[in-house]
């Protein structure tokens, strides 16, 4: 009984959500942050995790980090609208609709040209971000601080709270992700990488399939992006920019597709790696995350997942 | 003849490529269960009107009408899904999945099973694999990766794939090219034993004049992109344009 309960999703994201939750009041505030900035990263690394079952990777979610980023500043500064929760959901929400109004015209390409054409995206909406001073140009502005369900948090908990309602919302949107993973549309994902033409004499379209993997994508990179800008305080152009856009598909690499929570531990090893070159060894971030990647490449070509799905192919096998 | 009757009508078919005719003036008009062979050498026009059924290529001229309906401008994802499926010359699998899974892909793109919150694993759907499995007496290799298994195999999985959205005609293009001579007959024994239970129409292009006549009710020559001959197996294979064209036996001349 156990042991099956341990192969349920559901079962699995409760207790991880749960102990995340009761480990956040342990650790160091610094630490929360990490982490917290880290499931933002995961979210966008997640977005990129599903193109890649379909055998595409984007180099441009700075686009959609930077959409989901401003748009919850946006609505903080114009409109006033400070709950956390809501930021986070319409962020989702209104990413994901412009990646389904531009994923028709990225789902024609595939391989570098998908690759390319993302990326193009994210360096138009850069140029133009920098360019427009009424939002601050390239040094962006400061978002106004969250509130949770009408209540304003002391500064003293506005991290962890944060860090809670990230980790619920992630842990829902990873549910959900994994029984879409595991339904029939999320297994011909999988297929429409190894061979397209078939996928489509089986009756179904390589197409529909990703332009709904580019939109669930831009949708969670969206909330990424939201979540970061909230957990700094701050968004700015850089959100968009194609070395932001490097990390997240870093991120996808170490964990690989294979897992869910693997793209987490992925994000956090970022920004732990990240967060320790900054202070001990200053300027040398690019090196030490490019030395990382190297080794990642060599030693866990399939990622961290393919370590997680071993482990639990031999729970299931027991 | 009514369209009720004729389950796959092509007519006034032509296509070219450059110089080359791959098909002259077509006409063809096939029942439903008829289990019909495609001969000719190669080029001779066989798998260019299987690709114009399924809709991979167009034709310059003429029409395929299915069930009565103009198929002709549609893709080959439609023409599936409205109840032509094929299999391939070289089988299109997925490689890195087990030969279950790949049955799973395949059952997942009919309408029926393609519901985001359910899992494709569920009790039903792998019934329903493994009797598909069994009718194709694939069973030991199931939850083997496709990659690793013999060529045989890697046909009657590629087939048992096509078969999964329960079509009303299969296109089987050369089943047994690849496979070893003593192979074949067991192979078609397999497919032909597979495709009975269903009330299925079914055409395959083969070389092999033995299993021609062994697995077909009528045949069809190519030569040249043009039907030289279109009748039961007895009258095409002994027919003298077939003997000198398609089957390359020399007729015994009387001194």
Redesign the interface.
């Known amino acids: 009984m156990p042991l099956k309960l341990l192969n349920n999703v559901f079962f699995q994201s409760i207790f991880l959500m749960s102990l995340l939750v009761v480990v956040g009041i342990f650790i160091p505030n610094w630490l929360v942050f990490v982490i917290t900035k880290a499931i933002a990263y995961g979210l966008v690394g997640l977005g990129i995790i599903t193109l890649m079952r379909g055998g595409l990777v984007s180099f441009g979610q700075g686009f959609v980090f930077g959409i989901g980023g401003y748009t919850a500043g946006l609505l903080g500064t114009q409109a006033g609208l400070t709950d956390a929760v809501l930021l986070l959901f319409i962020s989702f929400i209104f990413t994901g609709f412009v990646g389904l109004i531009i994923a028709p015209l990225l789902a024609r390409y595939r391989d570098i040209f998908f690759a390319m054409l993302s990326l193009a995206f994210s360096m138009v909406l850069y140029g133009i971000l920098i360019k427009i001073d009424a939002i601050g140009g390239s040094d962006g502005f400061v978002l106004p601080e969250s509130t949770y369900f009408g209540i304003k948090p002391s500064k003293e908990y506005a991290d962890y709270i944060l860090y809670v309602v990230s980790v619920i919302m992630t842990g829902i949107v990873s549910i959900l992700l994994r ?2 993973y ?7 994902a ?2 429409v990488r ?2 397209e ?9 390589a197409f529909n399939v990703t332009v709904l993997n580019f939109t669930i994508a831009a949708g969670l990179g969206g909330m990424g992006g939201a979540l970061n800008g909230i957990a700094l305080g701050h968004i700015d152009p850089e959100f968009t920019y194609w070395t932001t856009s490097g990390e997240f598909v870093f991120i996808s690499i170490l964990a690989g597709y294979l897992s869910v929570p693997a793209v987490f531990l992925a994000a956090l090893l970022l920004e732990l790696v990240r967060s320790f070159s900054g202070r001990y060894f200053p300027d040398t971030w690019q090196l030490i995350l490019g030395v990382f990647l190297i080794l990642s490449i060599i030693f866990i070509p399939s990622g961290i997942g393919s370590f997680f799905k071993q482990l639990f192919d031999k729970l299931k096998n027991k | 003849m009514s369209d009720k009757s004729n389950l796959l009508r092509a007519e006034g078919i032509n296509k070219s490529f450059g110089a080359v005719i791959a098909a002259k003036d077509i006409n063809i008009n096939i029942q439903k269960g008829e289990r019909v062979s495609l001969i000719g050498s190669n080029g001779a026009g066989k798998t260019t009107f299987m690709n114009m059924v ?1 809709g991979y290529l167009k034709p310059d001229t003429g029409n395929i009408f299915f069930k009565g309906e103009n198929i002709t401008p549609l ?3 439609i023409i ?2 409205k109840g032509i ?2 299999s ?1 010359q070289i089988p ?6 087990s030969a279950w ?1 790949n049955l ?7 309408k029926k ?9 569920s009790k039903e ?1 792998s019934d329903y694999i493994d009797e598909i499995l069994s009718r194709f007496s694939l069973n030991e290799f199931a939850h083997r990766q496709v990659s690793e298994l013999p060529g045989g195999v890697r046909k009657l999985l590629d087939i048992a ?2 078969l999964v ?1 329960k079509p009303d005609i299969l296109l089987l293009d050369e089943p047994t090219s690849g496979v070893g001579a003593e192979e074949k007959y067991p192979l078609m024994d397999t497919i032909a034993k597979a495709l009975s239970v269903e009330n299925l129409t079914v055409i395959f292009v083969e070389h092999d004049m033995d299993i021609v006549q062994n697995y077909s009710e009528r045949v069809i020559a190519f030569y040249q992109g043009e039907i030289i001959a279109d009748g039961n197996c007895d009258n095409v294979l002994n027919d003298k344009n077939v003997q000198e064209f398609v089957t390359g036996k020399t007729q015994v001349k009387a001194k």
Request: aromatic share 12%; net charge positive.
């Open positions: 029984y879409y595991d339904s029939t549309p999320g297994l011909i999988l297929a190894e061979n033409l078939r996928v489509e004499y089986l009756g179904s379209s | 399924t893709n080959p994802r599936t899904q499926s094929r391939f299109q699998i997925f490689e890195p999945m899974e799973l892909v395949a059952l997942g793109t009919s099973n393609h519901s985001y919150f359910r899992n494709a694993r759907n794939m096509a959205r």
